[in-house]
């Protein structure tokens, strides 16, 4: 039977519909323009070569679920790009929105609204005690930019101490400080100096070749090694449990002992949450989980559970001390928007209301559960790792050497990637789940029932076929464990 783009005479969503439904009048053909031929041709893919980029055109999204354009609906595992923390179609969250847009959209960040002043004192109640003075921006890269900016002015220092298996966002000094590979093709140009990377606190790919405990985290004790003898280090920058990266849990003494490192030396710690934060791996913030108060705390995305972009830059009253007799030399147009400022008091409120809190504590353990059956089962599960509702696969070709499928370079060449395969395979069976590299990311909204869990791990299940087959055509032997 002949397929045809159509709108539904209620006017959505726009689906493929079956010709005979035409001609019942169920529905009528529209001249509306090719959505995914426009975007492709019109706009940029993000974080790829634009030739292979096929969009898939989404149309509606509800609790866990969304649809797209050919009316296939996805379990969201990912919380899209591990930001729709709250699930789809939050009434309070639209509601709030909507209401700011009636009463006041925007005014000069200098100015101030009764929606700043409520959202102010709604985050000194969750982010760790001792961070009281916020500056607020709309994405999470440019939360790390004043990040820099302030840790720069306050310490009159200038490099800054990243890790390789880190993201922290796409502008010059955000993806400066990033590890991966999405900062290769940049470089030099386009990005901030004084950059350096120290060791990650990477257990399964330990950089020292070590192994926990009797490493003595010694990830932790080169960072004061570097701080020494670099000499000018304003602040180290972390993910506390990184993210995308393949959701790196950190050993219980790592994120202590760096604090105490960079305490000791003056140097500031600035925490990115971006990801890690609100609910994600079962307290509000990742650094809550080992009692870690940074200098400086980063977050974004779950802020608003992604209704509306926010980005958040918390600082301790030592720093804002200092500037108040020094210029803070930084600002956006859109600083303090109302309208993002109401989906984050509105968010915050979820959080609270429906207990996501301690949801994604409960519901993560049955997750991780689910998970590590996965790896019972699948020789290309060599790890799997979480914290609350996020969890992270890594696959590899061989476990026992654990070496991966894929390296920096293949990502970077649009070579096929197993993780993408694996993804694919997996939406093919109604679930969304994101890759990157060798990792798969799940981490659902915090709203999900077991149920749901269920249907995603059948599905994954299924799709690691494609991984475990891809073993058994390249039998290859011991090479080293730090190929990524
Ligand atoms: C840890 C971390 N930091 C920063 C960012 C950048 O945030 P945004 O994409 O909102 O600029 C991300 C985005 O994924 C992230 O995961």
């Known amino acids: 039977m002949s397929r045809i783009l159509l709108r539904k005479l209620d006017g959505n969503p726009i689906k493929y519909r079956y010709l005979s439904e035409i001609r019942c009048g169920m529905v009528q053909a529209t001249d509306e323009p090719d ?59 639209i509601d709030a929105i909507c209401e700011q847009a009636k009463k006041l959209p925007y005014v000069v960040p200098s100015f101030t609204t009764e929606v700043r002043a409520r959202l102010t004192e709604l985050l000194m109640e969750v982010v760790p005690k001792g961070l009281e003075k916020f500056f607020y921006a709309t994405s999470g890269t440019e939360a790390n930019e004043a990040a820099f900016k302030i840790a720069r002015q306050y310490t009159g220092r200038y490099k800054i101490i990243s890790r390789y298996n880190s993201y922290h966002g796409s ?56 701080i020494e003898h670099e000499s000018n280090v304003a602040a ?51 650094v809550d989980h080992w009692e870690v108060r940074p200098d400086i705390l980063t977050t974004a995305k779950g802020v608003t559970g992604a209704y509306i972009p926010l980005g958040v830059t918390a600082t301790t009253r030592e720093i804002s001390d200092f500037f108040e007799e020094h210029y803070f030399a930084h600002g956006h147009t859109y600083e303090a928007h109302p309208l ?3 989906a984050g008091v509105a968010a915050i409120g979820e959080y609270k209301r429906l207990d996501l809190i301690e949801r994604s504590r409960e519901m993560g353990q049955y997750l991780g559960k689910q998970l590590k059956t996965l790896q ?92 475990d087959t891809e073993i058994t055509r390249h039998r290859h032997g011991a090479i080293s464990a730090l190929h990524v």
């Not at 993000?46 to 096929?54: D, E, G, P, V």
């Not at 026992?400 to 069976?429: H, I, Y």
Request: aromatic fraction near 10%; charged fraction near 25%; hydrophobic fraction near 40%.
């Open 376 to 467: 019972d089962k699948h020789p290309s599960v060599g790890d799997v790792r979480g914290l609350g509702l996020f969890w992270g696969l890594e696959l590899v070709r061989n476990r026992k050497s654990r070496l991966a499928f894929n390296t920096r370079e293949d990502k970077l060449q649009g070579k096929p990637m197993v993780a993408d395969g694996v993804a694919a395979e997996c939406m093919k069976k109604g679930t969304f789940i994101n890759p990157w590299i060798n990792y798969l990311i799940i981490a659902p909204p915090l709203i999900i029932k077991r149920e749901e869990i269920d249907q995603g791990i059948n599905a994954l299940d299924s799709a690691l076929g494609v991984a």
């Open 35 to 93: 959505v995914v031929k426009l975007t492709k041709q019109h706009t940029y893919g993000t974080w790829r070569a634009q030739k292979s980029w096929i969009p898939r055109e989404i149309v509606s999204a509800e609790g866990c679920y969304f649809t797209d354009a050919s009316g296939q609906r996805l379990l969201d595992f990912s919380s899209q790009l591990m930001c729709s923390n709250l699930g789809h179609g939050n009434k309070v969250v």
């Open 236 to 286: 180290v920058i972390v993910e506390p449990v990184v993210g995308s990266n393949g959701v790196i849990v950190p050993p219980d003494e790592y994120l202590p002992k760096l604090r105490d490192i960079t305490k000791r030396h003056g140097v500031l710690m600035i925490c990115d949450e971006v990801m890690s934060g609100w609910g994600r791996t079962g307290e509000w913030f990742a």
């Open 171 to 226: 502008t010059a000094g955000s993806i400066a400080a990033t590890g991966d590979p999405r900062r290769y093709p940049i470089e030099p140009a386009g990005k901030m100096d004084g950059v350096i990377f120290g060791p990650d606190a990477y257990c399964y790919r330990c950089p020292f070749g070590l192994r926990y405990p009797d490493c003595g985290i010694t990830c932790a004790d080169y960072v004061e090694y570097m």
């Open 340 to 342: 993002t400022l109401a």
